[in-house]
C-alpha cells in the first residue's frame, strides 16, 4: 500500500458513516474507545516524538510524520476492547419475578 492510500484509509474512518456503523454494532463504549485511541495515535504520540526530538535526540523528529501514517488500529482497538471486556465483566443477577407477586 502507498502512503495515499493509507491517509485516505485514515480520513475514512473519521466519517460519521463509519463512527455511527462502529457505533450501532459494538455500543457506545468501542466508539470512545475507538475516537480515544485516534487522539492518542494522532496527538499523543507526535507530541512524544516531538519532545524526544527536542530533548533527546533530533532523529526522534522523523517519528512525528510516521505517526500519522502508521495505523496500529489492527492491534490496538481489539487489544483494548479486550481490556475493557474483561475490566468491566459484570456478574449476571438472575431475578426471580414470581416471588415478588406483591402487586395488584
Known amino acids: ?8 484509509r485514515k480520513v475514512d474512518s473519521w466519517r460519521w458513516s463509519h463512527l455511527k456503523d462502529l457505533w450501532v454494532k459494538y455500543g457506545m463504549p468501542f466508539l470512545i474507545i475507538f475516537i480515544a485511541w485516534e487522539i492518542v495515535e494522532d496527538v499523543v504520540f507526535p507530541a512524544i516524538f516531538y519532545l524526544l526530538g527536542t530533548h533527546v535526540n533530533e532523529a526522534f523528529y522523523v ?13 490496538a482497538v481489539p487489544i483494548l ?13 438472575k431475578i426471580d419475578l414470581e416471588e415478588e407477586d406483591d402487586c395488584c
Open 63 to 75: 517519528g512525528i510524520p510516521v505517526a500519522w501514517v502508521l495505523c496500529l488500529h489492527p492491534i
Open 1 to 8: 500500500m502507498n502512503i495515499l492510500h493509507k491517509l485516505k
Open 81 to 93: 476492547w479486550g481490556i475493557y471486556c474483561f475490566a468491566i465483566r459484570k456478574k449476571h443477577v
